[in-house]
């Protein structure tokens, strides 16, 4: 695995920090004052009160995984304390058709409101995008708390994530029997087991990302295990016929004095469908309890099937929450399985470089794609400079490919004209070019590739993402 301190400066992030009186620095992972800092700075940039001790500590040793680059003003208060933040890390991401593709992660920006709008998170952003591709990552991946800030660096929304809500006096449960069983756990007793259930789960859903090791032991309240949101998790666990572990849930039930209460559950892995079955019909059938409120599920739960009364389900706080960035197309296209075969060109304009180009995607008739590049990539793709798109696509694609056969013109020149953040939006399946035709984002290169690029991104999953990174 590629180590995420191996990577050098970024001159260029060095050069424009510098020139505003700023200087860019790797947080030595050994250096624990200065990682503290930088952890308080993080901290402070999203508004979240200073950690406590065990959370401090977690945090650090999380941060020692990662790439943590600070930017310093030598001229503040206290120069050793970062005036932003950003920290990245390579992370596989689950795609369609069950592989997992390499993509590097990248969370903790922040900028300190008295250094805001001056280019630093710019500066940060397009630096990470150029970590991203030296360890070879396909994409670059962010959850984001606002949804204005990533476009203008190529990323889109490609997986999305909402709570669930389940009115229990309507929750009757209609599904089939499971052959397993759900029992309490202690989380410290299942601690050892959740990482690879967690494994599996992520695989088979398209937009999860590998859980970095420490993530779990938060989940868990293993953190501080004495703090009172600790002590009122629950952690309840599937086990399948067979007796193998696949899947668990961890929740709270808040509730007044002599008041029923509501559950609320942030944490709902599940390997398998019985598993997934199952553990829903554990959260929404709790005696003495008249909501269950689940953060970060799918828009396409299974759910409201499960229920006589569908309507006891309702969504709410969707959100666009896993945002990718193309940077390598052909690595990132030929990873994931598809809908349909058939041939779609795709002109890919970049405004960063990275994925300029014109390609073709030749999938056969299992679902695997062969992906070439025809058209040249900028040579100044890799330091930012604007590139000029060029648009040969159709002549490109009317050549003849090994794998096509024999092609009238006409179908051959099947294509889209598309910008890298929207190619990011449709890569997994969660949303489809004709909608973003719709909405004039993208064009195509003949009569009829929408219906063909509508088929062949098709994902039999909705992609999800269920934790924040
Ligand atoms: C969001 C944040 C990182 C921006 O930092 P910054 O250094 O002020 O941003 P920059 O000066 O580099 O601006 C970069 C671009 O983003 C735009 N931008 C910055 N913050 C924005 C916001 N909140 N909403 C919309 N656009 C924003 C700027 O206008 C600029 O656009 P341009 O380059 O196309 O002209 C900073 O405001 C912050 O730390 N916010 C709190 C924490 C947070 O929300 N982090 C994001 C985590 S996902």
């Known amino acids: 695995?590629?180590?995420?301190?191996?990577?050098?400066?970024?001159?260029?992030?060095?050069?424009?920090?510098?020139?505003?009186?700023?200087?860019?620095?790797?947080?030595?992972?050994?250096?624990?004052?200065?990682?503290?800092?930088?952890?308080?700075?993080?901290?402070?940039?999203?508004?979240?009160?200073?950690?406590?001790?065990?959370?401090?500590?977690?945090?650090l040793q999380v941060s020692r995984q990662r790439n943590v680059r600070g930017v310093y003003d030598p001229t503040a208060h206290d120069p050793q304390v970062p005036v932003a933040t950003v920290d990245g890390w390579p992370s596989g991401l689950s795609v369609p058709g069950g592989?997992?593709?390499?993509?590097?992660?990248?969370?903790?920006?922040?900028v300190s409101p008295t250094h805001r709008r001056r280019g630093i998170a710019r500066a940060l952003l397009e630096a990470q995008l150029r970590y991203a591709k030296a360890a070879g990552a396909a994409l670059a991946m962010l959850t984001v708390t606002e949804a204005t800030i990533y476009g203008r660096y190529g990323f889109g929304p490609a997986a999305s994530a909402a709570t669930v809500h389940v009115d229990r006096r309507r929750a009757h449960w209609i599904g089939p029997e499971s052959p397993g069983r759900v029992q309490f756990v202690e989380p410290a007793d299942l601690i050892g087991k959740a990482p690879a259930i967690a494994r599996r789960a992520v695989a088979r859903t398209p937009?999860?990302?590998?859980?970095?090791?420490?993530?779990?032991?938060?989940?868990?309240?293993?953190?501080d295990p004495g703090s009172a949101d600790a002590r009122a998790l629950r952690?309840?666990?599937?086990?399948?016929?067979?007796?193998?572990?696949?899947?668990?849930?961890?929740?709270?039930?808040?509730?007044?004095p002599d008041e029923p209460g509501a559950l609320e559950c942030d944490v709902f892995v599940a390997a398998t469908d019985d598993a997934e079955r199952e553990l829903w019909r554990f959260l929404v059938e709790q005696d003495f309890v008249t909501e269950a409120r689940v953060r970060l599920r799918s828009v396409d739960e299974?759910?409201?099937?499960?229920?006589?009364?569908?309507?006891?389900?309702?969504?709410?706080?969707?959100?666009?929450?896993?945002?990718?960035?193309?940077?390598?197309?052909?690595?990132?296209?030929?990873?994931?399985?598809?809908?349909?075969?058939?041939?779609?060109?795709?002109?890919?304009?970049?405004?960063?470089?990275h994925a300029e180009g014109t390609f073709v995607l030749d999938v056969s008739g299992d679902g695997h794609a062969e992906v070439?590049?025809?058209?040249?990539?900028?040579?100044?793709?890799?330091?930012?400079?604007?590139?000029?798109?060029?648009?040969?696509a159709q002549a490109d694609a009317a050549s003849s490919h090994p794998r096509s056969?024999?092609?009238?013109?006409?179908?051959?020149?099947?294509?889209?004209?598309i910008d890298a953040r929207d190619l990011a939006s449709i890569y997994l399946g969660g949303t489809r070019p004709s909608v973003l035709a719709r909405a004039g984002r993208l064009a195509e290169l003949a009569p009829g590739s929408l219906a063909v690029a509508d088929r062949l991104f098709h994902a039999p999953r909705t992609p999800h993402l269920s934790i924040w990174f």
């Open 235 to 256: 952690v309840a666990r599937y086990d399948d016929a067979a007796g193998q572990a696949q899947g668990f849930v961890a929740f709270r039930v808040v509730r007044a």
């Open 405 to 417: 056969g024999r092609r009238s013109r006409a179908q051959a020149a099947h294509g889209l004209r």
């Open 1 to 59: 695995m590629f180590d995420p301190h191996s990577v050098p400066a970024d001159p260029l992030a060095t050069s424009a920090l510098a020139a505003r009186g700023l200087e860019y620095r790797r947080v030595d992972p050994a250096d624990e004052p200065a990682l503290q800092a930088w952890v308080q700075a993080e901290t402070r940039g999203f508004h979240h009160a200073r950690p406590e001790a065990p959370e401090l500590r977690r945090a």
């Open 302 to 353: 299974p759910l409201p099937w499960l229920l006589e009364d569908p309507r006891a389900v309702s969504l709410h706080e969707i959100s666009d929450h896993l945002w990718l960035r193309v940077l390598d197309p052909v690595a990132a296209l030929s990873a994931r399985d598809y809908g349909t075969a058939g041939t779609l060109t795709l002109e890919i304009a970049d405004p960063l470089g």
């Open 372 to 392: 070439r590049r025809t058209g040249d990539a900028r040579p100044d793709a890799a330091n930012g400079a604007r590139p000029e798109a060029r648009h040969d």
């Open 99 to 110: 592989r997992s593709v390499d993509a590097w992660a990248v969370s903790s920006v922040t």
């Open 207 to 223: 937009g999860e990302i590998d859980r970095w090791p420490g993530l779990l032991e938060r989940h868990f309240g293993l953190v």
